[in-house]
């Protein structure tokens, strides 16, 4: 059971590159999220998905797209990568039942990106 | 106003001490207060949760809801060096499909 798995695990561009990271999750969890994490900023939500083929806007979605074609994957793209994307990305999914309220994430190793 | 805030730290302790790390919120439609445990590069872990206001406890760890001052706490007794890592406090309201995140707190537990 490999949980949630990222790929690229690192990546460097530069200044205007394009990109996608792949998020796959092999729990059948209808909720998914791609977070950036900064230091001393904690994780903050980009984008998520609440079921195939939904998506909706997190915290702070400028500069980033996303797509849930399939349930178990969930892509985000940089259409054109800025210095301030440089972050590490992760992505987290979780389902609607057992602990409903709570939806406990589960999180990926990560995507470490610099932007140049 | 961040909804939710949390000392960066880093924090520093010696084996053996009692830790407590703390967290505040604006939003008081949260009901679940998660703590996360990150060790360094890797991702997010759930290390446990409480619903609503109480105690709740789990070995060495011990997390602390009060609703009334919107204050989150996680105490870690007779810390060990395997505790060094970042510890993320995240509060959530019942039905919503969003988790925030506190700004975690990094703690440094020396033999």
């Known amino acids: 059971n490999a949980g949630v798995t990222q790929t690229p695990k690192f990546r460097v561009l530069k200044t205007g590159q394009s990109m996608t990271l792949l998020c796959a999750q092999d729990m059948n969890h209808e909720y998914m999220y791609w977070y950036r994490q900064d230091p001393g900023m904690g994780l903050r939500l980009i984008h998520y998905?609440?079921?195939?083929?939904?998506?909706a806007k997190g915290e702070v979605p400028d500069g980033y797209n996303v797509s849930r074609l399939k349930k178990q994957n969930f892509l985000l793209g940089l259409e054109s990568a800025a210095p301030s994307q440089t972050s590490v990305y992760f992505c987290?999914?979780?389902?609607?039942?057992?602990?409903?309220?709570?939806?406990?994430?589960?999180f990926g190793a990560g995507s470490r990106l610099t932007v140049l | 106003q961040k909804e939710v805030e949390q000392d960066p730290g880093p924090l520093s302790v010696p084996e053996g001490a009692i830790v407590s790390l703390n967290c505040t919120y604006s939003n008081s439609a949260f009901q679940y207060f998660m703590w996360y445990r990150q060790y360094s590069r890797k991702g997010p872990e759930l290390l446990m949760y409480?619903?609503?206001?109480g105690n709740k406890e789990d070995g060495r760890f011990t997390a602390q809801v009060d609703k009334s001052s919107k204050y989150i706490s996680l105490f870690i007794r007779d810390s060990q060096p395997s505790d060094s890592a970042t510890y993320l406090c995240?509060?959530?309201?019942?039905?919503?499909?969003?988790?925030?995140f506190g700004a975690g707190t990094r703690l440094f537990v020396k033999a």
């Open positions: 987290a999914s979780t389902d609607n039942t057992g602990n409903s309220g709570a939806n406990v994430l589960t």
């Open positions: 998905s609440v079921g195939e083929g939904t998506t």
């Open positions: 409480t619903y609503s206001s």
């Open positions: 995240a509060p959530k309201r019942t039905g919503g499909f969003k988790t925030i």
